[in-house]
């Protein structure tokens, strides 16, 4: 991949070169973006779960409340989890750029860590 610094005089193929690595990195930082937005999408999902469980809690079907409450929970782990096979997949299809990237192993732990999170929060809202 070409360098995105151009010379004193480019000459068209130089040119498009430098545009062309430019329109990656702009790319692959749009993934990364998107990655950001998914996770939001899903903590969001987690949120709304506490929001249902916290405001029909006095219901006189609470067990409807929480497995509701529940579903939100596990919509919440599935975004997760798409945003990164989603980003991976986006990844791979540039496995040739030179930006250097969110690395993938940061992205997964990410996941891991709101799963658990997620997991357990879901956990203590059947249980409350």
Excluded at 83 to 103: F, G, I, P, W, Y
Aim: glycine letters at 4%.
């Amino acid at each position: 991949m070409p360098d995105s610094d151009l010379s004193e005089d480019p000459d068209s193929t130089e040119m498009a070169d430098t545009r062309t690595a430019w329109a990656e990195d702009r790319t692959m930082l749009a993934n990364e973006r998107t990655f950001a937005g998914w996770m939001r999408t899903g903590m969001a999902s987690i949120a709304l779960a506490l929001g249902l469980k916290a405001v029909f809690k006095d219901t006189t079907y609470p067990i409807i409340a929480k497995c509701v409450a529940e579903i939100f929970v596990l919509a919440g782990v599935i975004i997760f989890w798409t945003a990164v096979l989603n980003c991976r997949k986006a990844r791979r299809r540039m496995k040739d750029h030179d930006v250097e990237a969110q690395s993938s192993r940061h992205m997964t732990w990410l996941a891991i860590i709101l799963t658990i999170a997620a997991v357990a929060t879901g956990i203590i809202l059947f249980l409350l």
